[in-house]
C-alpha cells in the first residue's frame, strides 16, 4: 500500500508567477484536503476534494484553485503569488471526507521571492 | 483567537524524563480530536483519537487524556527518546462543518529531547 506522495518537494518562485502542487492519495482513498502550513504555525485548511468535486473550502482567495483527478490524485494551483504564500504545503487523503483518519504527505515547500 | 490553543509553545526535556503537552479549544460540539506528531519538514501522523465520549487513550508510549468539560485535553509522553524530538499538533474536528470532515489544527508544542 502506497502513501501519500507529493511532488515537487522543494520549489522557489517568483513574486507574480503561478504555481502547481500534485498529489497522490493513498491507495484506496477517494478525499484529498490541501493545508497551508506557514513557519512556526499549524496548517490552515485551504480546500477539499471529495470525488473529484470540491466540498469544503478554508478562508482563501480565489487565486488557490484545484482539480482531483479520476484516479483521486490532486493539483493546487495558486496563481499571482505572493510573499506570504512561502509556506509548507501539505496534501492529506482519506476515504470518504475521513473515515478512518487522514494520511499526510510530506510536503512541498514553496519560496516566493 | 486561535479555537485551538496549545502549550507550551516550546519544551525542551532530558532524555528518559517524562512530559505533558496541553491543548485547549473553543470548538463545540465537536466530533473528535486528534494528537499528531510532525518531524522538521515533513507531513503531521497521527498518534490518537478520541471521540468526544472517550477520557483517554493510548498509543504506546503516548498517552493522551480529554476532559469535555473543561475542553482540554493533554498528551503524555512517558521515558522521552530522542526520536520524540517534534512538534506536537492538536487537532479538532467540528461536529458541524457544513458536509466536509473539518480539522482545526492548533500552532503546536515543538519538543526537543536532549541527551
Known amino acids: 500500500e502506497t502513501g501519500v506522495t507529493q511532488s515537487p518537494t522543494h520549489l522557489i518562485k517568483t513574486r507574480g508567477q503561478q504555481v502547481t502542487l500534485r498529489c497522490s492519495s493513498q491507495s484506496g482513498h477517494n478525499t484529498v484536503s490541501w493545508y497551508q502550513q506557514a513557519l512556526g504555525q499549524g496548517p490552515q485548511f485551504i480546500f477539499q476534494?471529495?470525488?473529484?468535486?470540491?466540498?469544503g473550502r478554508g478562508n482563501f482567495p480565489p487565486r488557490f484553485s484545484g482539480l482531483q483527478f479520476p484516479n483521486y490524485s490532486s493539483e493546487l494551483n495558486v496563481n499571482a503569488l505572493e510573499l506570504d504564500d512561502s509556506a509548507l504545503y501539505l496534501c492529506?487523503?482519506?476515504?470518504?471526507?475521513?473515515?478512518?483518519?487522514?494520511?499526510f504527505g510530506s510536503g512541498t515547500r514553496l519560496t516566493v521571492v | 483567537k486561535n479555537q485551538v490553543e496549545q502549550s507550551p509553545q516550546s519544551l525542551i526535556i532530558l532524555e528518559g524524563k517524562n512530559c505533558t503537552l496541553q491543548c485547549n479549544y473553543t470548538v463545540s460540539p465537536f466530533s473528535n480530536l486528534r494528537w499528531y506528531k510532525q518531524d522538521t519538514g515533513r507531513g503531521p501522523v497521527s498518534l490518537t483519537i478520541m471521540t468526544f465520549s472517550e477520557n483517554t487513550k493510548s498509543n504506546g508510549r503516548y498517552t493522551a487524556t480529554l476532559d469535555a468539560d473543561t475542553k482540554q485535553s493533554s498528551l503524555h509522553i512517558t521515558a522521552s527518546q530522542l526520536s520524540d524530538s517534534a512538534s506536537y499538533i492538536c487537532?479538532?474536528?467540528?461536529?458541524?462543518?457544513?458536509?466536509?470532515?473539518?480539522?482545526?489544527f492548533g500552532a503546536g508544542t515543538r519538543l526537543a529531547v536532549h541527551p
Open positions: 492529506a487523503s482519506s476515504l470518504n471526507q475521513g473515515a478512518g483518519g487522514y494520511t
Open positions: 487537532v479538532v474536528s467540528p461536529m458541524f462543518s457544513g458536509g466536509y470532515n473539518k480539522l482545526i
Open positions: 476534494y471529495y470525488r473529484e468535486e470540491e466540498n
